[in-house]
Nanobody, 124 residues
């Protein structure tokens, strides 16, 4: 069982930056592929980015590529999402997720554990 707790959300102006963190419980964090998803009001939850178990490989959706960076610190059981050049369209609840699968999937069903989410609001 893994428990995930996100933090770092808030209100920011367009063009600004935020860094989200997701702290995981348990001693097997490094065995999980980690990802960030987001869900805007009235929209489906969508994949934002994912990172391999070791952190050597990262994947991003086209909408955030070049602006967002996902990283992890296995010694601290934490995954991060650095968000730069934020746009009003990035406004959403952001969720981290953990998967026992060996590769990064972009579909929700591939993830076994989810955090409660943290709200990011970007004003224009």
């Amino acid at each position: 069982q893994v428990q995930l707790v996100e933090s770092g959300g808030g209100l920011v102006q367009a063009g600004g930056s935020l860094r989200l963190s997701c702290a995981a419980s348990g001693r097997t964090f490094s065995s999980y592929v980690m990802a960030w998803f987001r869900q805007a009001p009235g929209k489906e939850r969508e994949f934002v980015g994912g990172i391999s178990r070791s952190g050597s490989s990262t994947y991003y959706s086209n909408s955030v590529k070049g602006r967002f960076t996902i990283s992890r610190d296995n010694a601290k059981n934490t995954v991060y999402l650095q968000m730069n050049s934020l746009e009003p369209e990035d406004t959403a609840a952001y969720y981290c997720a953990a998967s026992r699968n060996g590769v990064v999937f972009t579909t929700q069903g591939a993830y076994d554990y989810w955090g409660q989410g943290t709200q990011v609001t970007v004003s224009s």
